[in-house]
């Protein structure tokens, strides 16, 4: 294996990994926006006064104004943005931490979206 093979070969699995990550990381953004959106369209519905907390046992908990739902998906993007800085800044270290940092923003984002629509469907 000559050498300018060996160095294609590198650029294609970066290029390969790196669209990966980017991917991951448009997705936990697109999770986000929809999340948003389903909070916007619940709002504008007419009713200003929503379950904000749903146990199993009790049913709903906490009622309040409907603005407030808007802080899911706010601390959904917060940890989004601070798993993208770590991201960046460990990016030489491809062993532990590199990975866990988007796919924990990932994770976040469908359960944080997961709780909107559970909290939709209660409303």
Same mark, same amino acid.
């Given at each position: @294996?000559?050498?300018?093979?060996? #160095?294609?070969?590198?650029?294609? !699995?970066? =290029?390969?990994? &790196?669209?990966?990550?980017?991917?991951? !990381?448009?997705?936990?953004?697109?999770?986000?926006?929809?999340?948003?959106?389903?909070?916007? *369209?619940?709002?504008?519905?007419?009713?200003?006064?929503? /379950?904000?907390?749903?146990?199993? %046992?009790?049913?709903?908990? !906490?009622?309040?104004?409907? %603005?407030?739902?808007?802080?899911?998906?706010?601390?959904? %993007?917060?940890?989004?943005?601070?798993?993208? #800085?770590?991201?960046?800044?460990?990016? =030489?270290?491809?062993?532990?931490? *590199?990975?866990?940092?988007?796919? /924990?923003?990932?994770?976040?984002?469908? #359960?944080? %979206? @997961? /709780?909107?629509? &559970?909290? /939709?469907?209660?409303?």
């Amino acid at each position: @294996m000559n050498l300018t093979a060996f #160095i294609s070969k590198i650029y294609s !699995w970066r =290029d390969k990994y &790196f669209s990966n990550i980017l991917f991951l !990381w448009i997705l936990c953004l697109s999770f986000n926006i929809i999340t948003f959106f389903l909070i916007f *369209f619940k709002i504008s519905s007419g009713t200003q006064t929503l /379950a904000l907390h749903y146990n199993v %046992l009790v049913g709903v908990e !906490w009622y309040g104004k409907g %603005l407030n739902l808007y802080f899911i998906p706010a601390i959904g %993007l917060t940890i989004s943005i601070v798993n993208y #800085i770590l991201y960046r800044s460990l990016k =030489d270290n491809r062993y532990f931490f *590199f990975p866990i940092t988007r796919d /924990a923003s990932l994770f976040v984002q469908i #359960i944080l %979206l @997961m /709780a909107v629509i &559970f909290l /939709a469907r209660v409303n």
